[in-house]
């Protein structure tokens, strides 16, 4: 008889990343079962940059196909590939089934997209057993309850969980622990680490580092010249030096938190326009938590590079705001702590949560005449907005940025309402 130890000393913790195979186009499967047995792709709208590749099944996947290929190119290696355009409601619908089987093990739930989440389960171990015990038990649960599979990864940090879920696709669960990281994630390509797109990579081999090994091992300050903090981080990741927590998943997270996310007509790979787009969004949600009587105290920012690999990074504020200069300001610090210009970014998202009501909020005397004179002006800006239409006025900079369009609400796609 074999057994699985996952040893945990007294600071560790233990996360799950739990990521939902071929999301998009399992549940599209799952809803036409005539489908399973084709080489499907769920694709985007080309007319506005949604011409590509944003999933495919197990069979289309044989093929060659890949997330972020072209519609034709996808052709051209299957010319028999269904592609169905997407159900964001329905994808909606499973992730929340999903979302359900998560918080049965922990509170502490955190969405990394549509179909991905990250689970501490650091005390749920006396009551489900392992890291291994319950990430197996969440994949059953999942497959029995929404016909979808689910692959897991179980560690002592939040990057290194998401790293494990990579590895054994689909349907399974790969732990990796203190012990073991170096020997089972040290050997992979660099590219494999969150914050690490072809570009990074490009530049990292550069500078012979190939492996994730080879950035662990890695001169910090030659890696802060060349990629500043960013590099740092990257560092840090590469050694297992991840305390960022899991968000803790709350009742009514619907009013809790409240977002705007864009995809861009073209790549961003300027910390000039990747600014411009915050500064749309900041204004987008901002308007959003007026019009609700809402102040948020914490900003969260959502990247999405060319590649489709995802970053979230979160920090409180020190007061309540509704005002866009401050959600604006909180944004822009996380955007310049965690990308570097060498990533093409495709989505960017910006969110407000821990929500309360603008007459619950108790601000002292320096916060109310630092934001009052920034909201006043903003609902003035609103009213005119409303009078005279949403493009009566806009922030410098806005009307000139060619990878900015308006979206309906069907395609702000906000899983989990964050």
């Known amino acids: ?19 939902l195979n071929n999301f998009y186009a399992s549940v599209e499967c799952v809803e036409h079962p005539e489908w399973r ?70 509170s502490q739930v955190e969405p990394f997209g549509p179909d991905e989440c990250w689970l501490d389960v650091t005390a749920s171990t006396k009551i489900f ?26 560690s002592f940090n939040k990057v ?18 203190r012990v ?12 494999d680490m969150l914050m690490v797109g072809k570009r990074t990579a490009e530049k990292l081999g550069k500078l012979n580092i190939f492996t994730v090994g080879d950035l662990a091992a890695a001169d910090v300050k030659l890696l802060k010249s060349h990629f500043g903090i960013v590099g740092e981080k990257l560092h840090g990741y590469a050694n297992g030096n991840d305390d960022e927590p899991v968000r ?7 009013e809790k938190s409240m977002g705007h996310g864009m995809t861009a007509t073209r790549d961003l790979v300027c910390y000039a326009d990747a600014e411009a787009l915050i500064t749309y969004l900041a204004d987008k949600v901002a308007h959003r938590l007026r019009k609700a009587s809402l102040r948020g105290s914490g900003v969260a920012l959502g990247l999405r590079s060319y590649d489709l690999k995802h970053l979230t990074r979160q920090k409180p504020l020190s007061s ?62 609103d009213a005119i907005r409303k009078k005279y239409g949403e493009d009566a006025i806009y922030r410098a900079g806005i009307p000139g940025a060619d990878f900015i369009y308006d979206k ?11």
């Open 320 to 381: 309540a705001t509704c005002s866009s200069a401050d959600i604006r300001a909180a944004a822009f610090e996380l955007l310049h702590s965690n990308w570097h210009e060498d990533v093409a970014l495709r989505t960017i998202t910006v969110s407000v949560f821990d929500l309360t009501s603008v007459d619950a909020v108790q601000m002292g005397m320096f916060d109310e005449q630092k934001s009052l004179k920034s909201e006043n002006l903003e609902k003035a800006i």
């Open 37 to 106: 047995e084709l080489p499907l792709a769920v694709a985007g709208n080309p007319d506005k940059r949604h011409g590509v590749i944003l999933a495919k099944n197990e069979l289309a996947k044989k093929k060659g196909i890949k997330t972020g290929d072209t519609i034709w190119q996808a052709l051209q290696k299957e010319p028999a590939l269904k592609c169905v355009p997407p159900h964001f409601s329905e994808y909606m619908r499973y992730s929340r089934l999903a979302f359900e089987v998560y918080t049965r093990f922990t």
């Open 248 to 254: 803790e998943y709350v009742a009514n997270r619907e």
């Open 160 to 177: 290194f969980a998401k790293m494990a879920s990579d590895l054994k696709k689909p349907d399974a669960t790969t732990v990796v622990t």
């Open 180 to 191: 073991t990281y170096k020997k089972i994630l040290w050997p992979l390509p660099v590219s």
């Open 1 to 19: 008889m074999c057994y699985t130890i996952f040893m945990v000393t007294p600071s560790d913790r233990l996360i799950l990343h739990c990521d």
């Open 129 to 154: 057993g392992t890291g291994k015990n319950i990430a197996d038990s969440v994949r059953e649960a999942i497959k029995r309850e929404t016909g979808l599979t689910c692959s897991a990864g179980v």
């Open 408 to 418: 309906n609400d069907d395609e702000d796609f906000l899983p989990f309402k964050r």
